[in-house]
């Protein structure tokens, strides 16, 4: 090996490195290293925005995506193909997964590196985000013997901290809690976690996982009928079933469950209660200051009645990376089915209908806890009109 050898891949080494503390250090959850015509662009996913740190020389590219996949143990010199891998390291006294994501494109291969950090996850239930209302309903539900749970929301909108959440606040060793997942995030002590592969299908893990006595159930999602039929027999079985369903709100998730060609009669007699949320960034703390919002602002938020709330946003500094913003915190919004709820399933209710009967029962929608973050100063109007634009 020549010495120009040794000291490129040195460098290359310490250049990836040098990226992976910079993404701690920032808080970043993901790393993207993009190629495009004529450089490499490295990108972090910083409050669940993406924000340009740097760009580095294109003739870089193939050794930093080799030392990439050296990490996580991937074929070199596969090139044209989708490669997916993790590996772990340790940065200031932190162990870390890392979850790598390799795939071609026209400039070459790009690499995604996820972050996977257990203390950013496993948070105290009261850290989620609810108020009180919702925390005591959320609570309540969670201590129901069986039935079925739904976390919905799109993707990065935090679904899987509040499962692992709920799962971490129920794990104890008189309880038997099984997941189905795809992919597994994070480890969990005392949980037996099954990573869902081309030959173990949610469904058929599910069959299984069924005869392996367990209290509760997490299942990483509701993608069919099929699933969606188990996933019911077992809440109504005896088992406290946790799952999630990508719809943009609450009564959707019924409606989705319908549109599935699931029975209402099953879906009333299962589901205890949807849990919509999103991820809002809160204000940064060291550069938060007074201001007034535009007027269409106000108005879209239908706030021009509200007296008295102090507008806050973060002037921007370099403690929130210049985007007066720094960490997040969710916003939810809680469906439970009682009776009255159960009578509009059977009905074949719309999601218009459903919405109406949560809105008279004095149900926080998402943009209405979203509002209450705004007059509670945690964040700004401008980041509540982007989570719940419609």
């Excluded at 910079?22 to 808080?27: F, L, M, S, T, Y």
């Excluded at 004529?38 to 580095?56: C, H, M, Q, S, T």
């Amino acid at each position: 090996m020549s010495t120009q050898n040794f000291e490129g891949k040195e460098m290359i080494t310490n250049l990836i490195d040098s990226y992976l503390v910079r993404a701690v250090e920032a808080g970043a959850s993901d790393i993207h290293i993009e190629p495009e015509k004529d450089f490499v662009r490295f990108r972090f996913r910083i409050d669940g925005l993406l924000k340009e740190i740097a760009k580095e020389p294109l003739h870089l590219l193939p050794a930093l995506i080799a030392r990439t996949k050296i990490l996580a143990q991937l074929n070199i010199t596969e090139t044209r193909t989708p490669q997916d891998g993790r590996f772990q390291i340790r940065i200031k006294d932190q162990n870390l997964d890392l979850r790598v994501s390799i795939f071609p494109t026209l400039y070459g291969e790009c690499a995604v590196l996820r972050i996977l950090n257990i203390n950013s996850i496993l948070v105290d239930l009261e850290s989620l985000g609810m108020n009180l209302t919702q925390f005591k309903e959320f609570e309540a539900i969670i201590k129901k013997p069986n039935g079925l749970i739904l976390v919905i929301g799109p993707t990065g909108s935090g679904k899987t901290t509040t499962l692992y959440s709920i799962l971490n606040n129920l794990n104890t060793v008189e309880k038997s809690i099984l997941t189905l997942e795809d992919p597994i995030e994070y480890h969990l002590p005392l949980i037996r976690q099954t990573q869902i592969t081309r030959d173990l299908t949610f469904i058929k893990g599910l069959h299984c996982l069924l005869r392996q006595d367990p209290d509760i159930i997490m299942v990483g999602e509701i993608r069919d009928l099929e699933t969606a039929e188990i996933v019911i027999h077992a809440a109504m079985t005896g088992h406290l079933v946790l799952s999630t369903l990508h719809t943009n709100d609450a009564a959707s998730a019924l409606v989705r469950l319908a549109d599935m060609k699931v029975e209402p009669f099953l879906i009333s007699s299962s589901v205890l209660a949807i849990i919509a949320q999103r991820l809002i960034r809160k204000i940064c703390p060291n550069c938060v200051e007074e201001y007034k919002p535009s007027k269409e602002i106000i108005e879209t938020l239908e706030l021009e009645n509200q007296k008295g709330i102090i507008f806050k946003k973060g002037r921007k500094c370099s403690a929130c990376n210049f985007t007066g913003y720094k960490g997040r915190t969710g916003i939810f919004e809680i469906l439970i089915v009682d009776d009255e709820i159960r009578s509009l399933i059977l009905s074949r209710a719309s999601v218009g209908e459903i919405q109406k009967k949560t809105k008279e029962k004095g149900a926080f929608s998402l943009r209405q806890h979203g509002i209450e973050k705004i007059i509670e100063g945690v964040t700004t109007p401008e980041e509540i009109l982007r989570v719940t634009r419609k």
